[in-house]
T-cell receptor, first 112, second 115 residues
Framework: TQLLEQSPQFLSIQEGENLTVYCNSS?????LQWYRQEPGEGPVLLVT?????EVKKLKRLTFQFGDARKDSSLHITAAQPGDTGLYLC????????????FGSGTQLTVLP | NAGVTQTPKFRILKIGQSMTLQCTQD?????MYWYRQDPGMGLKLIYY???????DKGEVPNGYNVSRSTTEDFPLRLELAAPSQTSVYFC??????????????FGPGTRLTVL
């Protein structure tokens, strides 16, 4: 069974601060996806990274996939209250029907 | 497009009762998935389907059954509800789950409590 450890589990910061969320595994993944989930809703995909060392930017969010494709990070610059939510990483297995292994999530609260 | 819809939104069951969680997608996606999310935990895959008539077990299939008679529908059946099945259940779909990085679209979830 592939496992993904996500840290920190909870993060409460002031508006304007920067933060980084980490996602680590001993397994190699075909790709790594980051989702954001609001209360009472399903996860929504933010980004997919597929190449070791890949960096993707989405406005104030920067996603990085580790060189060995075992870990990833999400960095948010100048966080805003609208960034509040549960952030989930998910590693994709290889094979004919690719399955996602989810991390336990990081609950981010950005205070105004 | 409504995307992925799930019914009911909430349900309380007594131990030993049975129920079916409904999931429908209108995006003509081939792949469909059922996950459960426990408090403070990530999502765990229960069952998935790569097309009508084809289903397979995920990480935590015990206590559940699925069927896929049409492309659109993927119901999840609980035969003998147990307190350990108290969770939030999410259905998802994707166009080509065999393609690396394919996007999964999630429904809004069903919150199930077994007492």
């Amino acid at each position: 069974t592939q496992l993904l450890e996500q840290s920190p589990q909870f993060l409460s910061i002031q508006e304007g601060e920067n933060l980084t969320v980490y996602c680590n595994s001993s397994s190699v993944f075909s790709s790594l996806q980051w989702y954001r989930q609001e209360p009472g809703e399903g996860p929504v995909l933010l980004v997919t990274v597929v190449t070791g060392g890949e960096v993707k930017k989405l406005k104030r969010l920067t996603f990085q996939f580790g060189d060995a494709r075992k870990d990833s990070s999400l960095h948010i610059t100048a966080a805003q209250p609208g960034d509040t939510g549960l952030y989930l990483c998910a590693g994709e297995s290889s094979g004919s029907a690719r399955q996602l292994t989810f991390g336990s999530g990081t609950q981010l609260t950005v205070l105004p | 497009n409504a995307g992925v819809t799930q019914t009911p939104k909430f349900r309380i069951l007594k131990i030993g009762q049975s129920m079916t969680l409904q999931c429908t997608q209108d995006m003509n996606h081939n792949y469909m998935y059922w996950y459960r999310q426990d408090p403070g935990m990530g999502l765990k895959l229960i069952y998935y389907s790569v097309g009508a008539g084809i289903t397979d077990k995920g990480e935590v299939p015990n206590g559940y059954n699925v069927s896929r008679s049409t492309t659109e529908d993927f119901p999840l059946r609980l035969e003998l509800a147990a307190p350990s099945q108290t969770s939030v259940y999410f259905c998802a779909s994707s166009y080509d789950g065999g393609r690396r990085g394919d996007t999964q679209y999630f429904g809004p979830g069903t919150r199930l409590t077994v007492l």
